[in-house]
């Protein structure tokens, strides 16, 4: 009796052990930058793939690049795949803190080769954009960063990024007249002189989206750099202002398996179902944020009316700058110095 | 009294073994019952630190240098950051005293019930984030803000008053935030003195003037100090207020952190900053004790 139950106990103990570790393995975490931002991936993206896959999607939220180091350099890896910016993916890839991805399982066709790498692959696109108060301008606003930079034909209030001197001095290149093909390999030094004719007048530099969208909607500042969604938020709200993407600076997101995944294969699976054109063109049903998949517009689920206001339609992919995520691995920390060093003088 | 233990041998040599082995063992039972918390500190405190000022030493190639204090020289930016920090520092602690020692000072002359009522509202603030709080000031402040708007429609002026994205936005949000870190302190002192030293120099005939300022206000120092130093070193590590209400012009030293943190892949950078202000600190720390510590200590020594 007593050593049958020790054997119905070891029984019992022998079968859990397998479903227990089945169960963990179809767990993955998934990291991504929080707010309605991630809300809306987690149903355009999330979801769809758990689904299909048969798997939990456990998400968390990410402050970027920092976040990912210190959990491969401390060996406590959580995440299975994480997002990050695109200059922060060239950076963690030369750093060696990510997986390398199987193209043989993700299917990289329609996502522009710029965002397609060893270790790192595009996933959806924010454009930084030039918005104004109609209330201040009418209709006949600054329209382009040469007129932002117009002081005296365009009198008012600014407000630039101090935190993304990337961004910052991309439009400060398209200020200086660069036409947007030439922009890259940015000038720094001369992005630079651009910056320092500017920043006198400049009445706040913004240090996150949600503080650039406050400054534009208490009027604040009359014009300011601003990311497309926080611009679209804006004036969903009713908020007096007007932008478009001509001169926008298109700057690409990109998710990661960080290295020493435990879900490696799963994780691979679901970042190529994240990237698939189904999957891509149900993002921009519940957020500004564009898809990274160029098919995406073929699959028919977005509405054409809908398509005009998509960052990354190839319409409007045509008037703006792509950051170059590979020239600011190399140049990044040298840059940000000296924009740091210039507008806090 | 310190000479006393150097006598007791010669007095008795019977006792003294017994005696001395009791005060060593007394020690001892002391020390094991302090050793938790000393192990606990050791190992969230001084190990941490520890480390963080061994990775401060190291660049991005992972070779002992000192790159990371280095540029803490060498660039504009970071120099001006520690200036603007310090000046801020000093700002806010000054409104603070200026602000709060007339506060606490009042409360502690009110009767007990008046003064839990305002105390209250001393308190009250606290249970708020401070990212609120902060926001609040934004909304109060800026140019189309409660205040600006009140002043205009007054016809008191006739261009918004710049108070917020600025300087003077940080000073006021941070004074708001660190007053009750002086006050409490300090009223906590004023409430210890006894009323009796007041009556007594009146008596002798001062006049209150002179009773406030030699007898109370050497009195209530002490907790002044405290108050100062909590507010001054709370104030170098300030992230939220400066970085909401400063418009990205004032950039305090714990914004450079994060920034530098994020932009080398090396901790080393950011650490070197947190050594760079710890040192500081603890000078400024050492300063402080000797000028107000010393003159804090004579004020109680007379009592």
């Known amino acids: 009796m007593r050593k049958s139950r020790v054997v119905s106990a070891l029984a019992v103990i022998g079968i859990t052990i397998p479903v227990a570790q089945a169960l963990a393995a179809d767990t993955i975490a998934v990291a991504s930058w929080g707010g309605t931002y991630q809300e809306a991936q987690a149903k355009a993206f999330f979801k769809p793939t758990a689904d299909a896959l048969g798997i939990t999607i456990k998400e968390d939220t990410t402050n970027g690049l920092d976040d990912v180091r210190l959990q491969v350099t401390g060996n406590a890896v959580k995440w299975d795949i994480t997002e990050l910016g695109a200059d922060e993916c060239a950076r963690g890839s030369k750093e060696g803190l990510f997986e390398k991805l199987d193209y043989n399982v993700i299917d990289k066709s329609g996502i522009n080769p710029k965002l397609v790498h060893d270790d790192w692959v595009g996933i959806s696109y924010t454009s930084v954009v030039l918005i104004y108060r109609t209330d201040v301008f009418g209709e ?13 034909k365009f009198p008012g209030r600014r407000a630039l990024s101090g935190s993304q001197a990337t961004e910052t001095l991309s439009v400060a290149a398209l200020a ?41 909607k208490d ?15 804006l004036k969903k709200e009713g908020a007096p202002v007007s932008f478009s993407f001509d001169q926008g600076v298109l700057t690409a997101d990109c998710m990661v398996i960080p290295k020493g995944s435990k879900n490696k294969d799963i994780a691979m699976k679901a970042l190529a179902m994240f990237v698939s054109p189904q999957l891509q063109a149900n993002l921009p049903l519940y957020v500004d944020n564009g898809p990274v998949n160029e098919k995406a517009f073929e699959t028919g689920k977005i509405p054409q009316e809908r398509i005009k206001d998509i960052n990354s339609a190839p319409e409007n992919v045509k008037k703006q700058v792509l950051q170059d995520a590979e020239f600011w691995r190399d140049n990044l920390v040298e840059a940000t110095e000296k924009f740091d060093n210039l507008i806090q003088q | 009294m310190s000479a006393a233990p150097a006598d007791l041998p010669d007095r008795g040599g019977l006792n003294a073994d017994v005696l001395s082995a009791d005060a ?19 190992i969230i405190i001084v190990l941490p630190i520890g480390w963080l000022f061994w990775l401060s030493l190291f660049d991005e190639t992972g070779m002992l240098s000192g790159a990371n204090y280095a540029r803490v020289v060498e660039q504009a930016s970071y120099v001006r950051t520690f200036i603007t920090t310090f000046e801020v520092a000093f700002i806010v602690t000054g409104l603070c005293v200026l602000l709060g020692y007339p506060l606490a000072y009042m409360l502690s002359q ?60 940080v000073l006021i949000g941070m004074t708001h935030i660190l007053l009750p870190f002086l006050v409490l302190p300090l009223y906590a002192s004023m409430k210890a003195i006894d009323a009796d030293y007041l009556r007594a120099a009146m008596n002798l005939g001062a006049p ?14 002490p907790g002044l100090a405290a108050g100062v130093v909590i507010v001054f070193i709370l104030c170098l590590g300030f992230f939220v207020t400066p970085a909401l209400m400063g418009g990205g012009k004032v950039i305090m030293w714990a914004m450079r952190m994060e920034q530098t943190t994020s932009l080398y892949s090396n901790w080393g950078a950011g650490s070197a900053l947190g050594v760079v202000l710890l040192a500081v600190t603890l000078g400024l720390l050492g300063v402080f004790r000797w000028l107000l510590g010393a003159r804090a200590t004579s004020a109680w020594g007379a009592r």
Not at chain 2, 30 to 37: I, K, N
Not at chain 2, 126 to 143: C, K, N, P
Not at chain 2, 208 to 221: D, E, G, H, M, V
């Open chain 2, 208 to 221: 209150p003037t002179a009773t406030f300022w030699q007898i109370f206000f050497p009195l209530s120092l």
């Open chain 1, 219 to 233: 009027g604040e500042v009359d014009m300011a750099s601003i990311w497309n969604g926080r611009a679209g938020t």
């Open chain 2, 110 to 169: 009110l009767p007990r019930r008046a003064a839990s009522i305002c105390l209250i509202f001393v308190i009250l603030p606290f249970w708020t984030s401070v990212l609120v709080r902060t926001y609040a000031w934004l909304v109060i402040l800026q140019r189309k803000g409660l205040l600006n708007t009140w002043l205009m429609d007054l016809g008191v002026i006739s261009q918004p008053l710049p108070l917020a994205h600025n300087f003077t936005g």
């Open chain 2, 24 to 42: 060593r063992r007394e020690a001892l039972a002391l020390l094991g019952l302090c050793s938790p918390g000393i192990v606990l500190v050791g």
């Open chain 1, 140 to 152: 006949k606003g600054p329209k382009t960063w040469a007129d932002f930079w117009n002081v005296e």
């Open chain 1, 176 to 216: 200086e007249g660069i036409p947007i093909d030439k922009v890259y390999p940015v000038d720094v030094d001369g992005a630079l002189k651009s910056v320092d004719k500017i920043r006198g007048h400049i009445d706040a530099w913004w240090t996150s989206g949600a503080q650039a969208m406050q400054l534009v």
